[in-house]
């Protein structure tokens, strides 16, 4: 039973360091990615496990990247109605 909580425990911790590797490369230039773990890998490891657990996916990146541009454009019509009016 104590092996069976160890392996799932263990899968656990590498499904979010893959998740987080993942996030790594779709965030930043992937030479860089390739040479942030190959030179300074403990960092590169603990980064990418935190950012398996705490991060957030390209898709709600994306998202919260149209409301704010939709924001901006709502703000400039309003410029535009004020300057016309």
Known sequence: MEE???????LL?????????I???????TLL??????FIFPVAFIHAF?????GKSQEELLRREA??????????EEEKNKLRG
């Open 4 to 10: 069976l909580i160890s392996l799932l425990f263990a």
């Open 50 to 54: 935190f950012l398996g657990i705490f």
């Open 33 to 38: 990615v390739v040479a942030y773990v190959v």
């Open 23 to 29: 996030l790594l490369f779709q965030r930043h230039n």
């Open 13 to 21: 911790i590498l499904y979010w360091i893959a998740k987080g590797t």
């Open 67 to 76: 409301q704010q541009e939709a924001k901006r454009q709502i703000l400039i």
